[in-house]
Structures are given as C-alpha cells and as structure tokens.
C-alpha cells in the first residue's frame, strides 16, 4: 500500500457488536453505536447461548428445556432490542460455541468491525479459562475493538475519540493498520500520535541512540500521507522500553481515547496467543484505559 493509499477513507457497512449481556460487555455499547452512526454501518448485536441440550441431559426433560430456552432468548432479545431502539439495530440470538458463531456471523453478515467488552483476565485464570476476547481478536478477520476493564471509567458521552495512539513494530501490515488510523482521525478531527517501542539493547551491545530514533522516526512520518497534517495534529514518539509498558505509559501521558494495534496471526500450537505468557496485546487491554482497536491482515 502506497503512502497515497493512506488517505482513502476506511467504510465500515456493518458492525457487529458481540456481548454475553455482563455489565463488562455493556462498556462496550455506546462505542458501538457511535461507530455505526458515524460511518452509517448497519448495526448487528448478538448474543450466543451455549447448546441446552447436552449428551448429559435427560432426553425425557429435551422438550421442556428447549421450550423454556426459547422463552429465555425472547427475554434476552426484548432487553437488547430496547438498549438499541434509537439504533435501529438487528439483534441476533443464537446457539452454540462462541467463537464459530461469531465467525460465521462475520462472514455471512458481512462484518467489517467487531465491538466486544471484556473483564481482562490475566494470570492463572487467563491460563485456565481462556480468554474470549483474546481469542476473537487474534482470530476473526476483520478489526475489532476490545473495551477491557479499566476503558469502562473513561467513556465519553458521545464514545467519541480526540486523541488516538497508533502503537506498531513496522510489520507487512503497519501500512494497513496506518490506514486505518488515519481515516479515524479524519473522521473523528482527531489528534494522532504514532509509536514504536524500541527494545532496549543487549549487555555489550553498541547502539547510536539518536540515529536509531532519528530512523524509526522516519519510519512513522512515511505511514502518514503529508496531506494529514491539514485536518489535525500528528506526532511522532520513539522511546526504548517495552512494547507493552511503553505503550500504556504513551497513552497515560496524553490521555488517548483509542488506541490502535496490528495484531500478528496466530503462530504454534493452537491456541498459543492466549496460553502461553500474557501477550503484548492482551497487556495493553486488560490495562488501558481507553478502547483499543486491534487491526489484523
């Protein structure tokens, strides 16, 4: 993608906004509406039920456990259709594993954004439960912005950003996601900071600070077309440190609304992004305290 390319604006046609009716998932729907408004995307909520009937429930109770399941997915579809009434949403219901249902609602529904809130779970729990969120953005195919637990205090009344961070590490999809950042700021008449972490050197390692930071500095400037600085502010932050912390300080330090991501696809054994130590993404979540966009190719 060329600079040029940077500058066309991102259409989102349908949002999907997922939630397993928690007061975590709640956080998460004035930006979702907001979004929907904004860019004039149809606004799709769901909500996914496990399977009622099991190999370990009795087949003479089947009948009366689907029935009082039907009735129990009405109830839930009234309680989402008035949160969304002056959204003029389209709430979906539906049975079975999460992660497949929301897969195939992105593709059958045409999906272009992802709105999900979560508890952040870390540690132990995160290692033995999972994390849904998580999962979603690592997998699902279009961007998606997480709402985790500390977001959830900082919620504008119009859920809309002024400050947005772009945090990258210069990957094959940093145009992409550049993209992305750029045309929410237009949208939005944002501020933008762009920000790469640079890992700090090695014992014995001999480093030019000032010519490194000058170059990945330059590195940031080519994601911008120049034509950007005409409709809002843009900087430029390089610092040592890590990915993680590094990104959390710069986002505490100007106070963003939003935070934007490239998130790598999974590699190794599946699963991996979510059992194996808690990943840059997942930390950057679970300790916000605003949204965070993650955008993947």
Same mark, same amino acid.
């Given at each position: ?5 940077? /500058? ?5 046609? +349908? ?7 928690s ?8 930006y979702?509406?907001?979004l ?10 769901l909500?996914v ?6 190999p ?13 399941a039907r ?8 309680h ?9 949403a ?6 079975g ?10 593709r ?5 954004? $992802? ?6 779970? /870390?540690?132990f729990?995160?290692?033995f ?9 690592r997998?699902v ?6 709402v985790?637990?500390?977001a ?7 859920a809309?950003p002024?400050r947005i ?8 999809e ?5 993209a ?17 972490? $640079?890992? /700090?050197p ?9 010519q490194?930071e000058?170059?990945?500095? +330059?590195?940031?400037e ?18 040592n ?13 100007r106070?963003?609304?939003l935070i ?13 992004s ?5 990943a840059?993404?997942?930390k950057?979540?679970s ?6 966009l993650?955008?993947?190719?």
């Open positions: 993608m060329t600079t040029t390319a940077t /500058s066309t604006r991102i259409e989102l046609k +349908n949002v999907l906004f997922a939630t397993d009716l007061d975590a998932a709640s956080a998460a729907i004035p979702a509406k907001e929907a408004k904004k860019y004039g995307a149809h606004l799709f909520v909500h039920r496990p399977p009622v009937v099991n370990m429930t009795p087949p003479q109770t089947w009948a009366n456990t689907e029935e009082a009735d129990e997915a009405e109830r839930q579809r009234r989402l259709t008035a949160q969304f009434v002056e959204a003029d389209e709430v979906l219901v539906e049975e594993d999460v992660l497949s249902v929301i897969a195939s609602t992105i059958n529904r045409k999906i272009d954004l $992802v709105v999900i809130g979560t508890r952040g779970r /870390s540690g729990k995160k290692f439960l999972g994390s849904v969120a998580e999962e979603i953005f997998q195919t279009c961007p998606v912005l997480t985790g637990p500390h959830a205090t900082k919620i504008a009344p119009d809309r002024r961070l772009y945090a990258t590490d210069f990957n094959t940093a145009q992409l996601v550049a992305f950042a750029v045309s929410l700021a237009q949208e939005f008449q944002a501020n933008l900071t762009l920000c790469h972490a $640079v890992p /700090s090695e014992a014995g390692e001999l480093v030019n600070a000032a490194l000058q170059h990945y500095r +330059n590195e940031l080519s994601l911008v077309p120049t034509e950007a600085e005409q409709w809002c502010k843009v900087e430029y932050v390089v610092k440190g890590n990915a993680a912390d590094t990104i959390l300080e710069v986002a505490r330090q106070d963003v609304d934007i991501l490239g998130v790598h696809p999974e590699k190794g054994f599946p699963g991996a979510t059992h194996l130590p808690i840059t993404a997942h950057i979540v300790h916000a305290n605003c949204p965070v993650s955008v993947r190719h």
